[in-house]
């Protein structure tokens, strides 16, 4: 009975000294954006991943948000590694815990990426994301070519390029060693993992779906992209269509969230040959204006 006792009092403070799980990140305000970040390379960041023939710490050389930032140095071995791959694939792999793998109510991952390499100049592909909907397998993958030596790199991956609102498990950064030279030494500092979303309705990539027009037009199509507003939401924009400063044409239309056409409806009268300017504005901001151009028309009455 003695013995009995004595084990049970060596297993309570073991239970009372078990590692908490680390706090789930919230949400932070950034002007008109709402951030979730999800890994900001610090320390304990660096700890929860998973690294293959590469090494993955918390360092402070380069940062772009805080103090330190992930770094990710990988020496490229062409006769170590994996048996069946020497040349292989360098990777560090980050599981995210179920509460944050919703991101249906997100519009970007975010991250950036700043490079240092033996080498003089980086191959076109230098590095890989992977962004994974199971426990092993990336349902989306991306090539980061935009990366440059000696500078920090933003990436913004809008998540409507993503196949699908899938749970999202975890991501990965990888390269492929047949890219590079037998013994490069690599060093990638990626920071700022995040979630992002803007807080009010922003206009963001819309176009022309035609850079011309006939004067008799009886409408302008155009593909807007509005982020901002609730899944089911409609949000106002308001446009108003300008010749040598002065406006000639203005208008209000609905439009939900994501990408989707619209026609704005023109004067009954006709345009005007010559240049105009349309302008889009949304409660949180719209895209630089439009150039358009308005041409005579073949017909003496509506084209369309």
């Given at each position: 009975?003695?013995?009995?006792?004595?084990?049970?009092l060596?297993?309570?403070?073991?239970?009372?000294?078990?590692?908490?799980?680390?706090?789930?990140?919230?949400?932070?305000?950034?002007?008109?954006?709402?951030?979730?970040?999800?890994?900001?390379?610090?320390?304990?960041?660096?700890?929860?991943?998973?690294?293959?023939?590469?090494?993955?710490?918390?360092?402070?050389?380069?940062?772009?948000?805080?103090?330190?930032?992930?770094?990710?140095?990988?020496?490229?071995?062409?006769?170590?590694?994996?048996?069946?791959?020497p040349?292989?694939?360098?990777?560090?792999?980050?599981?995210?815990?179920?509460?944050?793998?919703?991101?249906?109510?997100?519009?970007?991952?975010?991250?950036?990426?700043?490079?240092?390499?033996?080498?003089?100049?980086?191959?076109?592909?230098?590095?890989?994301?992977?962004?994974?909907?199971?426990?092993?397998?990336?349902?989306?993958?991306?090539?980061?070519?935009?990366?440059?030596?000696?500078?920090?790199?933003?990436?913004?991956?809008?998540?409507?390029?993503?196949?699908?609102?899938?749970?999202?498990?975890?991501?990965?950064?990888?390269?492929a060693?047949?890219?590079?030279?037998?013994?490069?030494?690599?060093?990638?500092?990626?920071?700022?993992?995040?979630?992002?979303?803007?807080?009010?309705?922003?206009?963001?990539?819309?176009?022309?779906?035609?850079?011309?027009?006939?004067?008799?037009?009886?409408?302008?199509l155009?593909?807007?992209?509005?982020?901002?507003?609730?899944?089911?939401?409609?949000?106002?924009?308001?446009?108003?269509?300008?010749k040598?400063?002065?406006?000639?044409?203005?208008?209000?239309?609905?439009?939900?969230?994501?990408?989707?056409?619209?026609?704005?409806?023109?004067?009954?009268?006709g345009?005007?040959?010559?240049?105009?300017?349309?302008?889009?504005?949304?409660?949180?901001?719209?895209?630089?204006?439009?150039?358009?151009?308005?041409?005579?028309?073949?017909?003496?009455?509506?084209?369309?």
């Amino acid at each position: 009975m003695r013995c009995l006792l004595c084990l049970a009092l060596l297993i309570v403070p073991v239970a009372v000294l078990a590692a908490e799980p680390p706090p789930l990140p919230q949400p932070v305000r950034e002007g008109n954006l709402e951030r979730l970040v999800l890994d900001d390379g610090t320390e304990a960041d660096a700890a929860a991943w998973s690294p293959a023939e590469c090494t993955v710490s918390a360092d402070a050389k380069h940062a772009k948000r805080g103090d330190t930032a992930l770094l990710m140095h990988i020496d490229v071995d062409w006769k170590t590694g994996e048996i069946k791959y020497p040349v292989g694939w360098p990777r560090m792999n980050r599981k995210l815990p179920a509460e944050l793998h919703d991101w249906s109510a997100w519009d970007y991952f975010d991250f950036s990426v700043y490079a240092e390499s033996s080498r003089d100049s980086l191959p076109a592909t230098p590095m890989g994301l992977g962004i994974y909907s199971t426990a092993s397998k990336a349902d989306y993958s991306r090539s980061l070519p935009e990366l440059k030596l000696g500078q920090w790199v933003d990436f913004r991956l809008p998540l409507s390029a993503l196949p699908s609102l899938n749970p999202r498990t975890g991501f990965q950064f990888h390269i492929a060693e047949a890219n590079y030279r037998d013994g490069d030494k690599l060093d990638f500092w990626i920071d700022g993992i995040s979630l992002a979303r803007y807080v009010a309705p922003t206009l963001t990539a819309s176009n022309l779906a035609e850079g011309a027009v006939f004067a008799d037009a009886k409408y302008l199509l155009l593909d807007v992209d509005l982020m901002g507003v609730k899944a089911g939401e409609m949000a106002e924009v308001t446009w108003v269509l300008s010749k040598a400063g002065k406006p000639s044409a203005q208008g209000r239309l609905q439009a939900a969230r994501g990408r989707s056409r619209v026609g704005l409806t023109l004067p009954a009268k006709g345009l005007a040959p010559g240049d105009y300017q349309l302008a889009l504005q949304c409660t949180g901001g719209g895209p630089p204006p439009f150039s358009l151009k308005v041409v005579p028309s073949p017909w003496q009455e509506g084209s369309r």
